[in-house]
């Protein structure tokens, strides 16, 4: 059984900077993409990027250029470095990970605002 532990989410003023970090506690599986999602109210929810195991990166229209995803293999950890955030960023950020099958953190929340 894969868990994920978000965490990272917070309140910030726009243009601010968060990191958000996912740790999978799947010790001796071989984790394939990792990645993040996001739900803002009334909205579908949408990539915000993805990762893969040797390193090959896919972005968000909405989020190229500001954020940029990362993963350390030995912790199973994937982080996701969130720059210039907008109030449109606000949402609840999903941790993302394919291991055999997908997997979905709890959701953290983003909230952008002055």
């Known amino acids: 059984q894969v868990q994920l532990v978000e965490s990272g989410g917070g309140s910030v003023q726009p243009g601010g900077s968060l990191r958000l970090s996912c740790a999978a506690s799947?010790?001796?599986?071989?984790?394939?993409?990792m990645g993040w999602y996001r739900q803002a109210p009334g909205k579908q929810r949408e990539l915000v990027a993805l990762?893969?195991?040797?390193?090959?990166?896919d972005y968000g229209g909405s989020v190229k250029g500001r954020f940029t995803i990362a993963r350390v293999n030995a912790l199973n950890t994937v982080y996701l470095q969130m720059n210039a955030l907008k109030p449109e960023d606000t949402a609840v950020y999903y941790c993302?990970?394919?291991?055999?099958?997908?997997?979905w953190g709890q959701g953290t929340q983003v909230t952008v605002s002055s």
């Open positions: 993302y990970v394919n291991v055999w099958g997908d997997y």
């Open positions: 990762i893969s195991k040797n390193g090959t990166t």
């Open positions: 799947a010790s001796g599986f071989s984790i394939g993409t």
